[in-house]
């Protein structure tokens, strides 16, 4: 049964809100200026969008010393990719289609930068040697082509209170990691068992320690 209160078309969004003027119009730039350029140098932090086969959407974390993007020039940049869990969501995605959306956040900053463009994967030596930590290479990196740069204002940090010391959630009120997958994957009725989850949660915190890079 249709949602009668669905909203169907840009049309209808228009008329509840309005278009875009002033700075927010004419904010977006094809290319990085230096202001973009310094924000990602001082970025150790970016979530990356893609989509897949059927429109199949994904949002991947990418995190790592500030610095960790190269900025090729003013149209392309360059995200390494570090050991994960092999499921190679973002990469695949890329594959099928090269459309992504980037936002960059540094801590503390209540404002973000925004780039969209299109990605490929490249093995290029240069730029996975300039890559390389504790003599550990990437595999590969993702080059984005720049088209559409822009700085988002801080709202949805001034709500959230992100970056606020006194909205800090001590993370005991939820379970670890390793208890949260191992009791989405049990079988049913079937909760995993205690020295089970200490086993994981010590596997987890070893692979933090040593695959990293």
């Known amino acids: 049964m249709a949602d009668q209160h669905q909203i169907a078309s840009a049309a209808e969004l ?69 050991p994960g869990n092999n499921r190679l969501d973002t990469m695949e995605n890329i594959l099928i289609n090269p459309n992504v959306g980037l936002i960059f956040m540094i801590p503390g900053f209540e404002d973000t930068l925004r780039i969209n ?4 994967i490249t093995a290029d030596p240069a730029i996975l040697e300039r890559a390389t930590v504790d003599r550990k290479q990437p595999k590969v990196a993702i080059h984005i082509a720049v088209e559409e740069a822009f700085f988002h204002c801080a709202k949805a940090f001034r709500r959230s209170r992100l970056w606020q010391q006194d909205a800090i959630v001590d993370r005991k009120v939820m379970p ?27 596997a987890i915190e070893e692979d933090y320690r040593t695959q990293l890079y």
């Open 14 to 82: 228009r008329r509840l809100y309005g278009h875009a003027e002033g700075l927010a119009a004419k904010k977006s730039l094809p290319k990085l200026d230096r202001h973009a350029r310094d924000y990602i140098a001082r970025s150790p932090f970016l979530c990356i969008a893609t989509s897949g086969t059927g429109g199949r959407a994904d949002v991947s974390p990418r995190g790592d010393q500030p610095g960790f993007v190269q900025v090729l020039d003013d149209y392309s940049l360059a995200i390494p990719d570090r």
């Open 176 to 202: 670890t990691l390793a208890r949260i997958i191992l009791e989405q994957t049990a079988a049913a009725e079937v909760p995993p068992r205690d020295e089970e989850v200490a086993a994981c949660d010590v």
């Open 117 to 120: 463009g299109k990605a490929t």
